[in-house]
């Protein structure tokens, strides 16, 4: 053991002044999403007083095209059903892959390694083409298959990492026991999975929650707007109403954050297990 | 209904080229309990996972009771097994593992729930349905995993290893359980260990295996007592026997110049061959006792000793750089460097070729 020395303490304080740090946008978020309009230009910094509450429920009714509150909704669909998709794809590919060793399946896995390297941005305009053939442009379902695309290549790597450190012995018991595939899938395997699975929903829930660029451009002009498109019209709307703005930011980011505290021991876990695979 | 397993000609090569059974001819009896037994990379292993169905052989036809399973799938075999790190679904109360195979074979609900428990209280179980893998004990865990393949009812039951979890003194106690246990229940057995104390405990019969090829088979007194090869000698038996270089010279044998009759008894006349040969000969550290009257002796300088309480284990260097273990009484302290006479029950010794390793009889 360690004796807690000047070095110990030093590295502690750094890590105290780090997280200050980090800490500070979110206390500017804060703050001025509860601020009143003179204020915000007057004392952007200062603790608001008393707090304006009614900056969040303006932002929740009239911010975006057709309030916050459409947005929310939009966004809840897109990212809660493209994690469902992605995570019952993901795993059953993942599975194939990390238990079938072959040259077949070493390819398939490269080339989604590959598709975590490669910038979709690349593919955009000719992606948006086909999409728009196939009618996948300014709905739901082609958000949700955008979504699932970009990010089945994680998803995959993520997985395939965690079932090849995963004994095979309990499958093999099951078969012996008398279990088929499916039956061992379900019963077995997806219950060993929860870690890595907890890991990639929250994950790629992020990711799509918090997703701009693919939905400005897949979504635009459709009746579906996301949040953060939303909050970005918001801005064009209101003009320099900063409040407001901080306020649907806040609101964007509430359900991430509320995740992100419940589930910071299942990310890592997750995350360590995919690194090691 | 339990069934004889037959192995013919069963061999397994690996994609990677690796050979890791040759040739097995084994049979199983029905109700049999059968030590595959090894050090590691033997392919014992291997052989259990072969007739589970979890591996395919490459040559031969694997029988159970009538039906050739060389391709049948492990569920449609009717075996249980018995995993090393036990394989409990970690997310299943005991409750839960116990029913799972019968779950799996689509047993009704009321009897399902009646064979889990009648399970339980045979091992000891009850208290412990509600519980997951996780909070029970090693021991505890091994009878669960004993149940799981017990609840089934199977034809055949496969272990691997399923000791070698559990300290020394747990260990001792589960061979005897499980021992029962088969007995009891009477269901044809192939058991994997790397443990030939496990295998000489516990076997009926007792297979050694070596670099995927099989070395002998028979019950262990006879392994111990007639080893067919030096492999089985130096494998059964704990201290190992003692193998040592001599020379055969007419009715005696010459082992670090000193001089020992040969054997009145059926391998004498096999020994008559090698007349002016060396052979290897083989000497059980209990046939080594310490000399009171005129028997056959060897002696030489005691190197060390190991008290185990009612014996001891000495080293003795005969000469000539040949060392032998004697398994001698606890009571007379032997110390390093002391003169040893060794009265040797010349009747037992083994006499083993140079060249092939065979035993000469």
């Known amino acids: 053991m360690h004796r807690y020395g000047r070095r110990e303490l030093f590295r502690e304080l750094g890590l105290i002044v780090a997280a200050l740090i980090f800490c500070l946008p979110f206390y500017v978020l804060v703050a001025v999403s509860l601020k009143t309009d003179v204020q915000t230009y007057t004392e952007p910094l200062s603790l608001p007083r008393p707090p304006h509450w009614s900056n969040y429920s303006e932002a929740w009714n009239t911010g975006g095209d057709r309030g916050l509150v459409h947005s929310f909704q939009s966004s809840l669909i897109i990212t809660l059903t493209s994690v469902v998709v992605l995570l019952v794809l993901g795993s059953l590919g993942a599975y194939t892959i990390a238990r079938h060793s072959g040259a077949f399946s070493n390819t398939v896995y490269v080339l989604f390694v590959v598709g975590i390297i490669l910038p979709f941005h690349l593919a955009l305009i000719p992606l948006f083409v086909a999409m728009r053939h196939l009618g996948l442009v300014g709905n739901y379902a082609g958000m949700i298959v955008l979504n699932v695309g970009l990010m089945m290549p994680l998803t995959v790597f993520l997985y395939t990492g965690f079932i090849r450190a995963l004994p095979r012995d309990y499958e093999e018991a099951a078969r012996v026991d008398g279990a088929g595939i499916l039956r061992t899938y379900a019963r077995v395997v997806i219950p060993l999975l929860w870690p890595i699975t907890a890991t990639v929903g929250l994950l790629a829930g992020i990711v799509v929650w918090n997703e701009f660029f693919p939905a400005l451009v897949f979504l635009s002009g459709s009746r579906y707007q996301t949040l953060p498109v939303a909050i970005y019209s918001f801005w064009s709307g209101v003009g320099e109403r900063w409040n407001l703005i901080m306020a649907g930011i806040a609101i964007a980011v509430a359900p991430v954050l509320v995740f992100y505290v419940f589930a910071q021991r299942h990310l890592i876990r997750g995350f360590s297990a995919g690194v090691k695979g | ?361």
């Open chain 2, 1 to 361: 209904m339990t069934a004889a397993v037959t192995l013919t000609g069963v061999g397994k090569i690996y994609p990677d080229g690796t050979r890791a059974v040759t040739g097995l001819d084994l049979r199983i009896e029905p109700g049999e309990l059968m030590v595959v037994v090894g050090p590691s990379g033997c392919g014992k292993t291997t052989v259990l996972r072969m007739t589970a169905g979890l591996e395919a052989i490459t040559d031969g036809e694997i029988r159970i009771g009538d039906r050739v399973v060389n391709a049948l799938d492990p569920r449609a075999r009717d075996v249980a097994m018995v995993f090393q790190n036990y394989a409990l679904y970690p997310h299943m109360s005991v409750f839960e593992n116990l029913a799972f195979p019968l779950r799996a074979h689509g047993v009704a609900k009321p009897e399902m729930r009646e064979r889990v428990e009648r399970t339980a209280r045979l091992l000891e179980l009850d208290g412990l349905l509600k519980r997951k893998p996780r909070a029970l004990s090693g021991g505890q865990r091994q009878r669960v995993a004993m149940g799981r393949a017990i609840v089934r009812e199977p034809q055949v039951f496969l272990m691997d290893e399923p000791l070698s979890n559990l300290d020394a003194r747990l260990r001792a106690d589960m061979r005897m359980e499980i021992t029962a246990l088969q007995r009891e229940l009477g269901v044809t057995t192939m058991y994997v260990t790397h443990d030939q104390l496990e295998a000489m405990t516990m076997g009926t019969r007792i297979a050694v295996l070596k670099d995927g090829v099989l070395q002998q088979c028979g019950p262990p007194q006879v392994l111990y007592q007639q080893p067919e090869n030096v492999f089985v000698a130096s494998f059964i038996g704990s201290p190992m026997m003692n193998l040592v270089d001599g020379r055969v010279d007419g009715a005696e044998v010459v082992v670090a110049e000193q001089r020992l009759p040969l054997p009145a008894n059926g391998s004498a006349a096999a020994l008559a061959a090698y007349s002016g040969r060396q052979v290897v000969v083989g000497l059980r550290p209990e046939h080594l006792t310490e000399a009171t009257g005129s028997q056959e002796r060897l002696h030489g300088l005691a190197r060390s000793a190991e008290l185990l309480g009612a014996e001891q284990l000495v080293r003795i260097e005969l000469g000539d750089d040949t060392v032998v273990t004697a398994r001698l009484d606890g009571q007379t302290r032997v110390a390093a460097g002391d003169r040893v006479e060794l009265a040797v029950d010349t009747a037992r010794v083994r006499f083993f070729d140079v060249a092939t390793g065979r035993a000469i009889a």
